[in-house]
Nanobody, 129 residues
Framework: QVQLVESGGGLVQAGGSLRLSCAAS????????MGWFRRAPGKEREFVAG????????AYADSVKGRFTISRDNAKNTLYLQMDSLKPEDTAVYLC??????????????????????WGPGTQVTVSS
């Protein structure tokens, strides 16, 4: 298991930027595919972005492509989400998630909730219009 803690959320105006971080503790962060999900009020949790353990493959929801960038620093056990050109509809709790360690290569990063085994508590992002 791995423990995850998100930070960097806050209140920002539409068009602004935020950078979320997810600090991981526990075993084998560098071998885990990672993802960002979000849960807006009254909506189901949805996939935002994912990255494989090496950082060589990424995936994005259509709603954030071209605006959000996922990255990781395995030396620091940290996952990031750079969010630019934020819109009011991006308002949500953002959660970091980890898959079980892998010793193969993930080419297509999973986008479904059930493929991730560990979750952080989330950080609130609010975008005002």
């Amino acid at each position: 298991q791995v423990q995850l803690v998100e930070s960097g959320g806050g209140l920002v105006q539409a068009g602004g930027s935020l950078r979320l971080s997810c600090a991981a503790s526990g075993r084998l962060f560098s071998r885990r595919d990672m993802g960002w999900f979000r849960r807006a009020p009254g909506k189901e949790r949805e996939f935002v972005a994912g990255i494989n353990w090496s950082g060589g493959s990424t995936a994005y929801a259509d709603s954030v492509k071209g605006r959000f960038t996922i990255s990781r620093d395995n030396a620091k056990n940290t996952l990031y989400l750079q969010m630019d050109s934020l819109k009011p509809e991006d308002t949500a709790v953002y959660l970091c998630a980890a898959r079980a360690p892998s010793f193969g290569t993930t080419v297509v990063v999973p986008t479904t909730i059930t493929r991730y085994e560990s979750w952080g508590p989330g950080t609130q992002v609010t975008v005002s219009s």
